[in-house]
């Protein structure tokens, strides 16, 4: 594996000196990209782009042919997981995706297993490999998966929920069949983006999307153990290169020591934190990645250059183990010229030095 020319996301992941603060974006890739929506057109369907390698690798890349990104992010969605095991994950318009066999039954829970990537997801393996090749060593390429109580909650709900309250019912009554659930999906995603690394993944990412919604003694026993267990499987190296890996958890500010001591190199944070004070928390622990709130991407970008230079001034001037991105993912309703305005005040904020020069192939 080689490095790519510019390499400033791995070298932040691992809190490593670089010449400017890198940015890369949560969800760049998507809905607020016209060019994004006639791909997806084509697709057919928001599933059938993710099940196609080459319109995977298609949409990873038009945001890189148009802003100045550091790093290009897999385009798949956190459900092939559950989906690969059996659940019938299918989309509905204007209500997210749903799963058609939700686990509510114990033998169905009894009877869970963890898929083999490289045959029920080899398209996303597939596109994993597509994406770096068509990257041709410009940027670094983040594979990602979601966490084992994420991806639970969506199991067991069956969709997206306002209160939890099938899974926090399990997890109350019957722990140790949610235990089952987590068990069986940690071992998955596990072998899951341990795939992505050998086909080119250069870092990754677990998404702990609602580990904020529980309670801070059930995070202790049901997300943060299984994510742990995940990293501590993770392949460390490929290829002669370090392969960094990044835990988020939406809501985690107030567990960020416990987070920083399940051995990931970095910690993505939202944006109900101060970068400064969760830096003076983590110490030198982890690298940390974040964390401007997505909504001022509709501000002006007078405004917008005003609140990524007080993000970058509150983490600090070192150029050490900061890696810009948003709180959470870019709205469908963002504007794009704003997306390239944040991208120009971070790359601009305190770069005494030219810019790192890369070039990116255009999309297709």
């Known amino acids: 594996m080689t490095r790519p020319s510019n390499d400033s996301v791995l070298r932040a992941l691992l809190r490593q000196p670089t010449r400017h603060t890198p940015i890369w974006l949560m969800r760049q890739a998507g809905r607020y990209l016209p060019e994004y929506c006639e791909t997806r057109r084509r697709a057919g369907s928001f599933l059938?782009?993710?099940?196609?390698?080459?319109?995977?690798?298609?949409?990873?890349?038009?945001?890189?042919?148009?802003?100045?990104?550091?790093?290009?992010?897999?385009?798949?969605?956190?459900?092939?997981?559950?989906?690969?095991?059996?659940?019938?994950?299918?989309?509905?318009?204007g209500e997210g995706p749903r799963f058609e066999r939700p686990l509510r039954e114990e033998w169905a829970i009894r009877d869970l297993a963890a898929p083999d990537p490289w045959d029920h997801l080899r398209y996303v393996i597939d596109a994993v490999a597509e994406i770096r090749r068509a990257l041709n060593n410009s940027v670094p390429l983040i594979g990602f998966a979601g966490s084992p109580y994420t991806l639970a909650c969506y199991m067991v709900e069956g969709a997206a929920s306002s209160d939890y309250r099938h899974i926090k019912r399990m997890l109350y009554d019957r722990p140790d069949l949610l235990h089952r659930i987590l068990s069986v999906t940690a071992d998955a995603v596990g072998a899951y983006l341990n795939a992505q690394i050998e086909a080119g993944a250069q870092a990754v990412m677990i998404f702990d999307s609602w580990g904020g919604s529980l309670s801070a003694a059930a995070y202790q026993e049901f997300s943060l153990p299984y994510m742990a267990r995940i990293v501590a499987g993770l392949l460390r190296h490929r290829d002669g290169e370090r392969v960094p890996s990044i835990v988020f958890t939406k809501g985690g500010g107030l567990w960020l020591e416990s987070m920083a001591a399940i051995g990931c190199d970095a910690l993505a944070v939202d944006w109900t934190i101060d970068l400064g004070e969760a830096r003076r928390r983590v110490g030198h622990r982890v690298a940390l990645q974040g964390n401007l709130d997505p909504a001022i991407l509709f501000a002006s970008p007078e405004r917008i250059a005003a609140e990524a230079t007080r993000v970058l001034d509150s983490y600090g001037s070192d150029n050490t183990g900061h890696v810009f991105n948003l709180g959470h993912g870019i709205s469908q309703f963002t504007p794009p010229e704003s997306v390239a305005a944040l991208v120009e005040a971070v790359h601009a904020h305190g770069c005494a030095t030219p810019r790192d020069d890369h070039q990116v192939p255009a999309p297709g």
């Open 48 to 93: 059938q782009l993710c099940k196609s390698p080459a319109l995977a690798c298609e949409v990873a890349l038009q945001p890189l042919a148009r802003f100045d990104l550091d790093a290009a992010i897999l385009f798949s969605d956190i459900l092939t997981v559950p989906d690969a095991m059996g659940l019938g994950l299918y989309f509905s318009d």
